[in-house]
């Protein structure tokens, strides 16, 4: 008689959709000379973290976003 391993439940994986946090994306995916992207205002670090961020991250993530736009809009 062979035994088998025992099941283990997967591993909880951070999804891109959050209930929580909705993405900022809005498709007009374009980097900047800081790799800052023109469409959404995230830095390319920000996007790769993104799909693994926990809710509080990705609520920075869009603060710091947000600055960014807001900069922009004052400067342009």
């Known amino acids: 008689m062979t035994?088998?391993?025992?099941?283990?439940?997967?591993k909880p994986l951070?999804?891109?959709?959050?209930?929580?946090?909705?993405?900022?994306c809005i498709s007009l995916c374009?980097?900047?000379?800081?790799?800052?992207?023109?469409?959404?205002?995230r830095h390319v670090e920000d996007i790769r973290e993104w799909r693994s961020a926990d809710d509080q991250r990705r609520r920075d993530?869009?603060?710091?976003?947000?600055?960014?736009?807001n900069t922009a809009a004052d400067l342009g």
Do not use: H
Not at 3 to 10: D, G, K, N, Y
Not at 19 to 24: E, K, L, Q, W
């Open 3 to 10: 035994q088998t391993a025992p099941v283990r439940a997967p």
């Open 14 to 24: 951070y999804s891109n959709i959050s209930p929580a946090v909705a993405s900022p």
């Open 61 to 69: 993530i869009c603060a710091q976003a947000l600055t960014r736009r």
């Open 30 to 41: 374009r980097l900047d000379e800081e790799k800052v992207c023109r469409g959404c205002f």
